[in-house]
């Protein structure tokens, strides 16, 4: 026991020690985030509900384990049971358990799996084309189309011996020239290809990202909730080449009315201008 309690010792000396040294982040952020869509919320809900069940199990599993280890320990004059090498009813309880547990979890996962894929209903389409390193846009019978890239003033920051401060430059890496603008409480479907490489679209608060595959048509769907209007960021998730790093997506939600205003405007290849709203901060989970 000596060795035991010197071993935790140290552990917890290196722990002090080591502290200063590490990266601090709230504790927020150490969970997904709900998101603002159906989606998004749906599979936060089957995350925690999974995370509790998983919680419940190994609460279980090594409270017995530990309380069979202490109270069954040699010192206390235990005897090991040399007799016992088969039980049958043994094995069927730990066998039916396990698969009962499985199939209750498959339940809700499944539902959420289900309704992930579904895009029926759909109301507005956009094409959407993985470029080295951008994105292109196609908003599918709406005769709109345009590419989006990380913006002139990141763009130039970023340039070797630019002399530029990155601190001084708003949404660093994070910004585009023209973001993708859909309106709020709209199913949005969205077509997912690449014409090069393989890319990936992930807007976080979303809770969707899907590859984006050359020669291939994958889809996801999404719809913020009405009155979530604002600026929505993401990133290509999929290690693309040397700029992989600067190929952001900045999705811009506004109301139905904005958008129809923007979509009319560009039709006619006027330039309005929308509402830059910055969403507001997602409750944590």
Not at 50 to 69: E, N, P, Q
Not at 119 to 124: A, M
């Amino acid at each position: 026991m000596t060795y035991v309690y010197r071993s935790i010792a140290l552990l917890l000396a290196l722990t002090v020690v080591a502290s200063p040294l590490t990266a601090h982040a709230e504790w927020g952020d150490l969970n997904m985030p709900v998101g603002v869509t159906e989606l998004s919320k749906e599979i936060h809900s089957l995350h925690m509900t999974i995370f509790w069940w998983c919680v419940a199990i190994g609460v279980f599993v090594f409270g017995w384990m530990i309380w069979s280890l202490v109270a069954f320990r040699k010192s206390q004059g235990a005897e090991p049971d040399v007799t016992m090498t088969h039980s049958t009813k043994a094995e069927i309880i730990w066998t039916v358990i396990p698969v009962v547990i499985l199939v209750i979890m498959a339940i809700p996962a499944a539902r959420t799996l289900i309704a992930i894929e579904d895009t029926r209903d759909t109301e507005l389409s956009i094409k959407v084309t993985g470029y080295q390193w951008k994105w292109h846009y196609d908003y599918l019978g709406k005769d709109v189309k345009f590419f989006s890239k990380l913006d002139r003033t990141s763009d130039e920051t970023r340039q070797l011996n630019s002399g530029l401060d990155p601190h001084a430059v708003p949404d660093y890496l994070l910004n585009v020239d023209n973001p993708l603008v859909v309106p709020e409480d709209t199913k949005v479907r969205v077509l997912l290809t690449a014409q090069d490489v393989i890319h990936a679209w992930w807007v976080p608060q979303f809770g969707m990202k899907k590859d984006a595959i050359p020669g291939t048509v994958n889809e996801i769907w999404f719809k913020v909730d009405a009155g979530k209007t604002g600026i929505y960021r993401g990133q290509c998730a999929e290690l693309c080449g040397r700029d992989h790093g600067f190929m952001p997506i900045v999705v811009k939600v506004v109301s139905k009315q904005e958008f129809a205003t923007w979509l009319a405007a560009q039709q006619t290849g006027a330039t309005p201008t929308v509402a830059s709203r910055e969403p507001a901060p997602s409750p944590r989970g």
